[in-house]
């Protein structure tokens, strides 16, 4: 009698586990049959957060000033370089530094065909680490340069109170959670 009774209870656990299971892989299922994106080239940059302090990328969308280096970064499909985790410090020219450009040229950059050049052209902007004005001016009294995304190197300069990079006059320097931004008046060609 024991015996059976200890049968009847194995049986019923084993059917209890077995609906367990298979309403499991029912969910799981039913969660993978979810339609995902075919292409998705933001990555980070398409989540959005409120509570976070805001990364370069953010700040950069939010500036009137550089709303044509936003368009850029956008169609050379770079956000998600922009807000990773850091530390990264960008040259960020201005509306002005992009209209100073021979005429057409920032139309002929953002074409399609043209997407890699614009990306090198941009990349060629940002650099690993943290510089803010002062650390630029330090590298400048040691002489050093500071190193690209792209693996060239910008030669860092101070006239009077000015900080140059790659002969761009530094306009103003604002920090964010994955780095530094640094306004410059003139785009950096590589």
Same mark, same amino acid.
């Given at each position: 009698?024991?015996?059976?009774?200890?049968?009847?209870?194995?049986?019923?656990?084993?059917?209890?586990?077995?609906?367990s299971?298979?309403?499991?892989?029912?969910?799981?299922?039913?969660?993978?049959?979810?339609?995902?994106?075919e292409?998705?080239?933001?990555?980070?940059?398409?989540?959005?957060?409120?509570?976070?302090? +805001?990364?370069?990328?953010?700040?950069?969308?939010?500036?009137?000033?550089?709303?044509?280096?936003?368009?850029?970064?956008?169609a050379?499909?770079?956000?998600?370089?922009?807000?990773?985790?850091?530390?990264?410090?960008?040259?960020?020219?201005?509306?002005? +530094?992009?209209a100073?450009?021979?005429?057409?040229?920032?139309? #002929?950059?953002?074409?399609?065909?043209?997407?890699?050049?614009? +990306?090198?052209?941009?990349t060629?902007?940002?650099?690993?680490?943290?510089?803010?004005?002062?650390?630029?001016?330090?590298?400048?009294?040691?002489?050093?340069?500071?190193?690209? +995304?792209?693996?060239?190197?910008?030669e860092?300069?101070?006239?009077?109170?000015?900080?140059?990079?790659?002969?761009?006059?530094?306009?103003?320097?604002?920090?964010?959670s994955?780095?530094?931004?640094n306004?410059? #008046?003139?785009?950096?060609?590589?």
């Amino acid at each position: 009698m024991k015996s059976n009774y200890l049968l009847t209870l194995l049986s019923i656990l084993i059917v209890i586990m077995m609906g367990s299971c298979s309403q499991g892989s029912q969910q799981e299922g039913a969660a993978s049959s979810t339609p995902i994106p075919e292409s998705h080239p933001k990555g980070q940059a398409s989540v959005e957060d409120n509570v976070s302090e +805001a990364n370069i990328l953010q700040v950069a969308a939010g500036s009137q000033a550089h709303t044509t280096l936003v368009a850029a970064v956008q169609a050379a499909e770079i956000e998600h370089v922009l807000v990773n985790a850091g530390p990264l410090t960008v040259f960020a020219p201005t509306n002005d +530094a992009f209209a100073a450009l021979p005429e057409g040229t920032v139309d #002929d950059l953002l074409k399609p065909e043209n997407k890699a050049k614009l +990306a090198n052209i941009l990349t060629g902007h940002a650099a690993p680490g943290s510089f803010d004005l002062e650390a630029l001016k330090k590298e400048a009294r040691k002489g050093r340069k500071i190193y690209t +995304a792209t693996g060239q190197y910008l030669e860092v300069s101070v006239d009077g109170d000015e900080v140059l990079i790659a002969g761009a006059r530094i306009l103003g320097t604002i920090q964010t959670s994955n780095g530094v931004i640094n306004v410059i #008046d003139k785009i950096i060609l590589p």
